[in-house]
């Protein structure tokens, strides 16, 4: 976990496709189960999600799977975590950090590429609590029993209803 102990583990939910704007949201929800992000991502990164999440192979190496592949064939390289560290204007910046021998390094990258490969990895993901804050987090402990249920409705419906839309 990184040193900063104002993070929150944080998994993938599910990946939507919005019905009315086509566009892919990265559900993720701390492991504490108190809050859901949503992230808008392109199509590349929701499938490259998606099918790892839903271990769907392909017949070939996909670009996520030949990084990671790539990452644990070198001996002295280990990905320690990816943390999502800010938001402005609604976009999202992360970063991966790297054990290279005994020395750390960080790598700045877009959280749907670093989440890719993260999974891949079995990584842990943080998100630094200030970005939840300023961000378009739901907080479910502030949530109706009605809201609650219609929210998860939503998501727990994404795999039939929005994905192949």
Partial sequence: MPEDMNMYEIGVKCVI???LTSRYLLMMETI?????LPITIGSFEAEAIYSELNKIPSPRP?????ISGILS????VRVLS?????????????KMELDCGGEQKTMDCRPSDGIAIALRLSTPIF????????SSCIDRTCLSEQEERTLFNIVDDQGTTFWNV
């Fill in 82 to 94: 990816l943390v999502i560290d800010d938001v402005k204007e609604g976009v999202y910046t992360a």
């Fill in 73 to 76: 064939s070198i001996d002295k």
């Fill in 127 to 134: 998100i630094d609590e200030e970005v939840l804050a300023k």
């Fill in 32 to 36: 504490c189960g108190d809050y859901l």
């Fill in 62 to 66: 996909m670009t996520y799977d030949f």
């Fill in 17 to 19: 496709k919005e019905p």
